[in-house]
């Protein structure tokens, strides 16, 4: 070890990867963190993966932080060192002349879903006081925005309806969609594995083979973007064998008659077909998972980043309420968020249809309370989403913006499409730790804090509010002239005009407490209480006294009864065709986090998983003569990447895949931005591309 232990403190903190939400110590030695150490939190048990055990500080004292405001000089078009004042004058004086000149609406701004639930909180306030539009929005938008909207549509409430514990622990089956959670939820992933060493069956759906595959009872290996046939396949078998649960849909359902007249024609045989899978597996699968008294779905991006991804999303629920599996203990639907604080983003507001704790904006009783509580005249109309955001750049309707710790030029599908909307902008802040992709086009960049250097609340995937504890305090440093993000977001709304105080990370969380019924039981002082024990609370947590919600939908639904949505598989928008005869999917890998902003520095796991791949199986490789490390140009109709070739059985003919965290050879150069009707997400999971040996 690099430290003595008496030398060192530890503070007890959140993950700030994925949304799993795990409970570690941070080893801190004379103001710098030396290691972090697992935790026997709730989600956790003492587990921690790569990414948490040494991906979680290096980044935060990292040589290339931002440590000072930044504007960018017209002329030179390089940026120069301001002062707070200086910068926060500016930032303000620019988005009000733009109000002024164009509207409200021509303004936008989107909160860092990495970020705690209070300066979420605070991004969105802002938005809504001071811009005066509901255009605000998080990083939910591109992964689980299908989740948010299909959740709630169909039980009324857009979270994960029951514990990691309690869908990990002594079940039957578990049925695994478009979820790869041992590189994406490692943890999570650990937990599965235990599950099926004790038993457990697993039913894995997902194009690729994934390490649980392996371990799976039935794969099925099914063609990218045919979830809603394959759901519709299940419930026809269901229905057809007798293997629905007739009180729950009963009592508990409505939409039945027409689900199964629509699901009547999604007869094995032709289900295989569309999904090339096999049709007697089709059927044992349906079996398994209905059979089994405690059985699961959890699924992830594989459901949700389609143009159909929010009938993806209601198909799932369809699944679990023809067979009676919500509202008991290892059964329900789980989707696994992604950021560490997606959960909390959506939850406190940054959404342009939502104030906090999904009170809608289009509900006069949820303007009226927001007005009387923030004494300020807020705009009535829904906002418009983050991926609208961008074509309305373009087409000069947006013309200010401001982007909290998010990196769209990196993460969002069809970078060309963004980088024009970035710089079609008339004014550009972006708040951040580094220079990332996007901040290079920003004309003023104001520098935030990492988790470890602040106070606050993570909201992990199911649904657990877990405190954020500040472990280091980098503005001793003579290097760093920084703010805590929240005093940032507040001196920007008094320069707006909004007389807003300052307040610190646990007086915001009374105000959201104060406001959101979900949340009225929540405040820092009680997670950090006895009671709680280091537990967290879920919510729905509505009273001091409430103990939290572990499992939701008991007794009834949030919405009353469960809609049974009945919906009709669409193919993706873009197929393979003659000039681009291949899929591309997108994904993840267990060594980096999103854009590698934070895994990127740390040098250990560069080394092991640093530069952009692709899968590709052998068939195809061979007829192209691609070896197995050979370097690949791979096109779309959006633009062309060049990275190299991994051979292999992983993917079936005709399919590639990349990850997406590497800014050589992006894939996003690549994706396609159609998106889904409903919750606006993009179609990352398939588009057409051709590879050609360089
Ligand atoms: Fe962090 Fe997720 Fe790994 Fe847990 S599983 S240590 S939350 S990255």
């Given at each position: ?26 080893v ?8 972090c ?8 048990k ?7 055990r040494?991906g979680?500080?290096d ?6 932080r ?19 004042d ?20 021509s ?22 006081t001071?811009?005066?539009?509901n ?15 299909g ?10 309806t ?12 578990i049925?695994?969609v478009?979820s790869?959670?041992e ?6 992933g ?18 690729r083979d ?12 099914l063609?990218?973007?045919?979830n ?18 007739e ?11 027409e ?9 094995p045989?032709k289900?295989?077909k569309?999904c ?10 349906a079996?398994i ?10 699924y992830c ?6 143009s159909?991804?929010?009938e ?15 509202g ?10 992604g950021?560490?604080?997606v959960?909390g983003?959506c ?14 904006v289009?509900?006069?009783d949820?303007?009226?309370?927001f ?9 009535t ?13 373009i087409?000069?309707k ?15 599908a069809d970078t ?16 951040e ?6 901040a ?14 602040k ?10 509010v877990?405190?954020v ?7 001793k ?7 805590l ?23 915001i969380?009374?105000?959201v407490a104060?406001?959101t ?17 280091g ?9 001091k ?23 009709t ?13 291949t ?34 199986n052998?068939?195809d ?12 140009k ?12 991994r ?20 894939c ?17 999971k398939?588009?057409?591309?051709k590879?050609?040996?360089?």
């Open positions: 070890k690099p430290y003595r232990v008496w030398e060192t403190h530890k503070v007890r903190t959140t993950c700030p990867h994925c949304a799993t939400g795990c409970q570690f110590d941070l801190v030695k004379d103001n710098k963190i030396v290691d150490l697992a935790a026997d939190g709730p989600s956790n003492g587990l921690l993966c790569v990414k948490g040494s979680s500080f980044f935060v004292h990292a040589d290339d931002i440590k000072y405001p930044l504007i960018k000089n017209k002329k030179t078009g390089e940026f120069e060192r301001a002062s707070w200086e910068a926060l004058d500016l930032v303000a004086s620019k988005f009000m002349e733009i109000k002024k000149q164009y509207g409200s609406d303004l936008a701004g989107f909160a860092c879903s990495r970020s705690p639930n209070e300066d979420i909180y605070m991004v969105q306030k802002m938005v809504r001071c811009f005066g539009t255009n605000t929005d998080n990083c939910a938008r591109v992964c689980h925005s299908a989740s948010v909207a959740l709630a549509m169909t039980l009324g409430s857009g979270a994960m029951n514990p990691i514990g309690d869908i990990t622990k002594d079940v039957d089956a049925l695994l478009g790869n959670p590189e994406a939820h490692p943890v999570v650990m937990q599965i594995r235990q599950a099926v060493a004790k038993g457990a069956k697993l039913i894995v759906v997902d194009p994934i390490d649980l595959s392996k371990k799976a009872t039935i794969h099925l290996k063609k990218p973007g045919t809603v046939a394959f759901a519709n396949g299940i419930m026809h078998i269901l229905i057809r064998d007798g293997l629905v649960d009180k729950f849909i009963k009592e508990r359902t409505e939409g039945y008659e689900l199964a007249e629509i699901v009547k024609e999604y007869t045989e289900v295989a569309e090339h899978i096999d049709a007697d597996d089709l059927v044992k699968a079996h998972y209905a059979e089994a008294d405690k059985a699961p779905i959890i991006l594989g459901v949700t980043e389609h159909q991804g929010t993806g999303v209601m198909s799932m629920s369809n699944i679990a309420m023809l067979c009676g599996k919500l008991k203990s290892g059964c329900g639907v789980n989707p696994l968020r950021q560490n604080n959960q983003a939850d406190m507001g940054a959404q342009p249809t939502d104030f906090p704790g999904y009170q809608k289009a509900n006069p949820v303007i009226k309370k007005e009387d509580a923030w004494g300020v005249k807020l705009p109309e829904v906002g418009i989403h983050a991926t609208d955001v961008f074509p309305a750049a087409e000069g947006i013309k200010g913006l401001y982007i909290y710790g998010e990196d769209p030029v990196v993460t969002d060309t499409h963004i980088i024009k909307a970035l710089k079609s902008l008339d004014f550009f802040v972006v708040q730790l580094f220079m990332t992709e996007t290079q086009l920003a004309d003023v960049i104001l520098p935030g804090m990492s988790y470890a250097e106070e606050g609340t993570f909201s992990n995937t199911e649904r657990r877990q405190r504890r500040k472990a280091v305090d980098l503005t440093n003579p290097e760093f002239d920084i703010r993000d929240t005093d940032i977001i507040i001196d920007l709304m008094n320069r707006m005009g909004y007389p807003q105080k300052h307040m610190t990370a646990a007086e969380m009374d105000e104060s406001l019924p979900s949340f009225a039981g929540i405040s820092h002082e009680r997670l950090d209480s006895e009671e709680v024990a537990q967290g609370l879920q919510w729905p947590c509505t009273s006294e409430h103990p939290g919600t572990p499992i939701m939908h008991v007794d009834r639904f949030s919405r009353g009864l469960g809609w049974l949505y009945p919906t598989y669409k193919p993706s928008k873009e197929l393979p065709d003659e000039e681009y005869p899929i591309l999917m997108t994904g993840r890998i267990l060594y980096h986090y999103t854009t590698r902003a934070m895994t990127g520095r740390t040098p250990g796991l560069m080394e092991i998983e640093g530069k952009s791949f692709i899968e590709i052998e068939q490789a061979a007829r192209i003569g691609i070896k197995n490390g050979e370097r690949i791979v096109s779309s109709r959006r633009g062309s990447v060049e990275t190299t070739a051979v292999g059985d992983k993917v079936s003919p005709g399919e590639t895949w990349m990850p997406f965290h590497f800014p050589d050879g992006n996003n150069w690549l994706t396609n931005a159609a998106l889904d009707p409903i919750c606006r997400i993009p179609e990352y398939v588009c057409a591309v590879l050609e040996k360089i």
